[in-house]
């Protein structure tokens, strides 16, 4: 069974920065598909960045392309979210995913991909809140 843990969310002045950790575990999956998705009250979650693991590509949606990085950190088996220039449209919760394959490239070339993303991933995390004020 495939476990998922975030951890790191938190509270912080916008400009200032973040970061969530994903600690995951029971899966066989040589070379997973991982991602942050983000979503807000009454809101579909949306796939904020995903990674494809061992070497793979990572693609981010607009909102936080040049702010947010995500990697991977195989010896620990975790998916790193480093959030800098943060913002309070950043307010939501953040859950972090993974899935054997994710979403293909078909998908990923849409031109708003991750409000598709979620339908790619089985596995969920509890999330973890971040809320970031003005």
């Known amino acids: 069974q495939v476990h998922l843990v975030e951890s790191g969310g938190g509270s912080v002045q916008a400009g200032g920065s973040l970061t969530l950790s994903c600690q995951f575990s029971?899966?066989?999956?040589?070379?997973?598909?991982l991602g942050w998705f983000r979503q807000y009250p009454g809101k579909e979650r949306e796939a904020v960045a995903i990674i494809h693991t061992g070497g793979g590509s990572s693609h981010y949606a607009d909102s936080v392309k040049d702010r947010f990085t995500i990697s991977e950190d195989n010896v620990n088996n975790m998916v790193i979210l480093q959030m800098n220039s943060l913002n309070p449209e950043d307010t939501a919760m953040y859950y972090c995913a993974a899935d054997s394959e994710g979403p293909g490239p078909g998908l990923l070339s849409g031109e708003t991909w991750w409000t598709q993303a979620q339908k790619s991933f089985n596995y969920w995390g509890q999330g973890t809140q971040v809320t970031v004020f003005s």
């Open positions: 029971g899966h066989s999956y040589s070379n997973p598909c």
